[in-house]
């Protein structure tokens, strides 16, 4: 057994597998269907999260990048960057 995306995961050689009899695989069969169900739930749920939550994920990332100039620089907007040897 070992542990992946903190679920665990069940490892079987084909060996072990081909010794189950047609009630043990029914019940595997089974089992992995739930856990598929599961999964497909909690994956719709996740995808509704990000997209209903996208637009402050976006906001909450400007007033980040801002609050970082601003300590960085000391000013409310960024100036306009000088070029060097730029003469018109």
Sequence with gaps: MRQRCGREVFFMTDKELKKLNKRELLELLAAMREEIDALRVENEALRRTIAGGEGDLLSATAM?????????????????????GAEE
Excluded: I, Q
């Design 64 to 84: 980040r990048v801002k609050k970082l100039y601003e300590e960085r620089f000391g000013a409310d907007t960024p100036a306009k960057p000088e070029t060097e």
